[in-house]
Nanobody
Framework: VQLQAFGGGLVQAGGFLRLSCEASGFIVSINAMGWYRRAPGKQRELVARITSGGDTNYADSVKGRFTISRDNAKNTVYLQMNSLKPEDTAVYYC???????????????WGQGTLVTVSS
C-alpha cells in the first residue's frame, strides 16, 4: 500500500492550487483521509480531514479557503486551496487510515509530501 501526492508548486498570494493523493495497492477499505502540513520551523498540523462518509473538519486557519473531498472509487483525496497566503507555505502530506488485504486492522499511511510555496 502506498499514497502518492500530486499538485504542489509555486503560486502567488491570492492564487489557488489543487492537491491530490491516490492510495494504491492491496486495499480492503479506507476510513478517514486527510491532509497535514509542516511549515518551516513549525510542527506538523492537521489541515483538513474527511471520513469515509464525507464528514469534514478543517483547521481554523484554512476554513472558508480550503475544501477537502474524496473519490472513493479512485481511492483519492483532494485538497482545493483557494485564496492562498504566504503562511500556507509548507510541505503538505496526505494521510489515510487503510485496511490492507489480509489484515484485520486499520493502519495509518502517509504520502511522500508535496511542497506548496506561496509568494507575497
Amino acid at each position: 500500500v502506498q499514497l502518492q501526492a500530486f499538485g504542489g508548486g509555486l503560486v502567488q498570494a491570492g492564487g489557488f492550487l489543487r492537491l491530490s493523493c491516490e492510495a494504491s495497492g492491496f486495499i480492503v477499505s479506507i476510513n478517514a483521509m486527510g491532509w497535514y502540513r509542516r511549515a518551516p520551523g513549525k510542527q506538523r498540523e492537521l489541515v483538513a480531514r474527511i471520513t469515509s462518509g464525507g464528514d469534514t473538519n478543517y483547521a481554523d486557519s484554512v476554513k472558508g479557503r480550503f475544501t477537502i473531498s474524496r473519490d472513493n472509487a479512485k481511492n483519492t483525496v483532494y485538497l482545493q486551496m483557494n485564496s492562498l497566503k504566504p503562511e500556507d507555505t509548507a510541505v503538505y502530506y496526505c494521510n489515510a487510515q487503510i485496511k490492507p488485504t489480509g489484515l484485520s486492522n486499520l493502519y495509518p499511511y502517509w504520502g511522500q509530501g508535496t511542497l506548496v510555496t506561496v509568494s507575497s
